[in-house]
């Protein structure tokens, strides 16, 4: 679902900037509550998970590339303004350091995948779970449904982005000059995964989480929801002794990071993602890739591990196990950062007293 660079043109990635900056800013400012706890830990793990999920990618016949994300899992812990941080952070790394998803279509993927996907998911999980109990099963169906549809609909904004180039941006001959896609290609090959394989995947993973912390640990589940009750009876929160959801993170984390190899098994080809060369001219009519495409698709070139990979293109295993570690120590230690800088200033604004930090 990582949009690259040259696939969108420059007036697209613009408008995509123009919604994410304003959304950034206000998340930056709604997050305070969460910073000031405990929960930066929890917002840093739950980025360094969304981090790992989207190097899970699943191949797409005659498409693009599918994978989890995350972000609906995030927006229900902690908040939707949250998940906006968080993805994001994850995605502008990806982008910087591995070269997974262009700089200049930096502010579409964020739209995409770090604003669409969790208010949609967080919205649908709101109304489904209504003023149930957070223990409850109906709060776990609904975060599932949530994770689902938020998934689905960052997929359909992203085909819609790619489909509608050919018709806003092409030469005087009618030729392309970004994607070549139309909407009558993209929309049916990036919802058919989504709808299904991951869909699931994403539903799984957020519903799975939201069940395992209602039974070990539901005080993580009530940030920002005084007003709903966490059990049907006493209220009393259930928390684990000896195996903390804290130790259980982290050992899933890690765990994450010595599978991510399995992402290896998708090329993502199918739509040039990783060259424009891969296209398959032919099939599209096309005599050359369309010259915006090849201008802007090396726009950056400074990654650590592009592809997460070594130059030389060996030892594809260890250099994507390493790519995953480099990845969440860094996303980690952002959100932590991040958090310093909204707490410090927070308390320069008088919102946040020092003791309660």
Not at 254 to 282: Q, Y
Request: hydrophobic share 55%.
């Amino acid at each position: 679902m990582h949009i690259p660079d040259g696939y969108l043109s420059p007036q697209t990635c613009a408008a995509a900037y123009v919604v994410a900056v304003p959304a950034w800013a206000v998340a930056a400012n709604r997050v305070t509550r969460v910073v000031k706890t405990r929960n930066v830990p929890t917002l840093a793990i739950l980025a360094a998970l969304s981090f790992l999920v989207m190097m899970f990618n699943i191949p797409i016949p005659d498409g693009t590339t599918a994978h989890a994300v995350g972000a609906v899992l995030i927006a229900i812990a902690l908040g939707p303004w949250a998940a906006v941080i968080a993805v994001s952070v994850a995605l502008l790394f990806q982008a910087l350091l591995f070269g997974d998803g262009g700089v200049l279509a930096f502010g579409a993927n964020a739209l995409n995948m770090a604003i669409i996907a969790p208010f949609i998911g967080y919205g649908i999980y709101r109304l489904i779970a209504g003023r149930s109990p957070l223990t409850s099963r109906r709060r776990v169906a609904a975060a599932a449904i949530g994770g689902y549809a938020g998934i689905n609909a960052s997929a359909l904004a992203a085909a819609v982005e790619f489909g509608i180039q050919p018709e806003l941006f092409h030469t005087a001959s009618g030729a392309p000059l970004y994607s070549p896609y139309h909407l009558s290609q993209t929309i049916p090959a990036m919802m058919l995964a989504h709808l299904t394989v991951a869909g699931a995947a994403e539903a799984i993973l957020t519903g799975g989480v939201l069940a395992y912390l209602a039974r070990a640990d539901a005080s993580r589940l009530a940030a920002g929801r005084r007003e709903i009750p966490v059990t049907a009876g006493d209220g009393a929160m259930r928390s684990g002794r000896r195996l903390t959801p804290a130790r259980v993170a982290v050992g899933f984390v890690a765990l994450m990071v010595l599978l991510t190899p399995l992402g290896l098994l998708a090329p993502g080809g199918a739509f040039g993602e990783n060259a424009p060369a891969d296209l398959n001219l032919g099939q599209l009519g096309l005599r050359a890739v369309p010259a915006g495409l090849a201008r802007y698709n090396g726009f950056w070139s400074h990654t650590v591990l592009g592809g997460y990979g070594f130059r030389d293109g060996q030892h594809a295993n260890l250099a994507y196990i390493l790519s995953a570690a480099i990845g969440i120590a860094i996303v980690a230690a952002a959100i932590f950062a991040i958090g310093a800088l909204i707490e410090r200033a927070a308390r320069r604004r008088g919102v946040v007293k020092p003791e309660a930090a």
